[in-house]
């Protein structure tokens, strides 16, 4: 078999034309062109990409809080930020916290302390997975693509994300920055007792978001 032949055969473990041993001379090489195969396809199944991966932005939650935090601090140097993001902590955790802890630790010793266990939970009311924005993803295959889902703005991303890939939304609109067919439910901070804040909500949103 040429080495031509050989390049252009069917990689495949199974393939015993690949794996034979050939009579190609190292000292006669010489480049030899590959044919390449459509981009998009596997080359073993053929198996279409899903175009709703396509719809995805690039800018995830955590990254885009962390970008216009930096982004703030920036223009406003002595502004004083309170992180409510992903961090670690920056001062020793208070003596109030940590003898409670072990305080309540030693509790566990004692008969009469030994408590938070036989909660009444039925077996099958436990679900073992492997996390939350899996689950999250599963759901969406119960509901199938053609429903509208409705989500809290801001929102964990994994609602959202999950939609989109499941087919259940339209194209990311660049204007308001939302997917078609979803309805977003704005939070703000009225919303938990009704109650009207002094300050205007749009200065509210331009200060907290």
């Known amino acids: 078999m040429s080495l031509q032949s050989q390049l252009t055969a069917s990689i495949s473990s199974s393939s015993s034309a690949f794996l034979a041993l050939s009579n190609f001379n190292p000292s006669r090489a010489a480049n030899v062109p590959v044919p390449a195969k459509r981009l998009g396809i596997s080359y073993k199944t053929k198996v279409s990409r899903n175009a709703n991966i396509a719809k995805l932005q690039a800018g995830y939650l955590f990254p885009e809080v962390a970008r216009r935090r930096t982004a703030h601090l920036a223009k406003y140097p002595n502004a004083k930020v309170i992180s409510l993001g992903i961090g670690d902590t920056t001062e020793p955790i208070p ?30 009311d436990i679900f073992v997975s492997d996390g939350a924005k899996s689950d999250i993803s599963r759901l969406q295959i119960v509901f199938g693509s053609d429903v509208t889902m409705a989500v809290q703005d801001p929102s964990y991303p994994a609602y959202v994300d999950s939609s989109v890939i499941m087919g259940q939304t339209g194209q990311y609109k660049e204007d308001n920055e939302k997917y078609a067919n979803i309805e977003y439910m704005n939070c703000c901070h009225k919303g938990a007792t009704g109650l009207t804040c002094p300050v205007c909500q749009g200065q509210w949103f331009d200060l907290n978001l």
């Open 95 to 124: 003596e109030a916290i940590t003898s409670a802890m072990a305080q309540r630790s030693y509790g566990l010793l004692t008969l009469e302390g030994y408590s938070g266990y036989d909660l009444g939970i039925e077996e099958d």
